[in-house]
């Protein structure tokens, strides 16, 4: 898939996930855990639920990283973690490519960044 704005410039429709909090909960995410530190400590349940998207006809998802800033990790003690975390959101399209080649996959600030560039 190309650029998202040229995609949506091309006039088509995307589908994209939504509710990351409400299917970590599902797979066990506790009330004031850390949904970033999923990245590193639950990496299979993560792919599963960004795998689900997109066996359910997402055409972009975005990745687990809505709060991986220093900033919001140091609200759990995992400031030092921020490298870490963030290397790992922009190695998890390379594990989605294997699923699909329609899907899109985004990290929150790049699709926030493609949206304004329009």
């Known amino acids: 898939m190309g650029r998202l704005v040229d995609e949506i410039k091309k006039g088509r429709i995307l589908v994209s996930d939504g509710a990351w909090g409400t299917f970590l909960h599902a797979k066990g995410l506790k009330p004031g855990e850390c949904p970033e530190q999923w990245n590193l400590t639950h990496r299979k349940d993560v ?26 990790l140091s609200h759990y003690n995992l400031e030092r973690k921020t490298t870490e975390i963030n290397k790992l959101r922009r ?26 560039a329009m």
Do not use: W
């Open 47 to 72: 792919l599963d639920i960004a795998r689900s998207y997109v066996d359910a006809g997402a055409g972009m998802i975005e990745t687990n990283s809505f709060g991986a800033s220093r900033i919001k």
């Open 91 to 116: 190695r998890f399209p390379g594990r989605l490519q294997v699923m699909t080649e329609s899907c899109s996959v985004r990290s929150d600030r790049q699709a926030n960044s493609s949206l304004r």
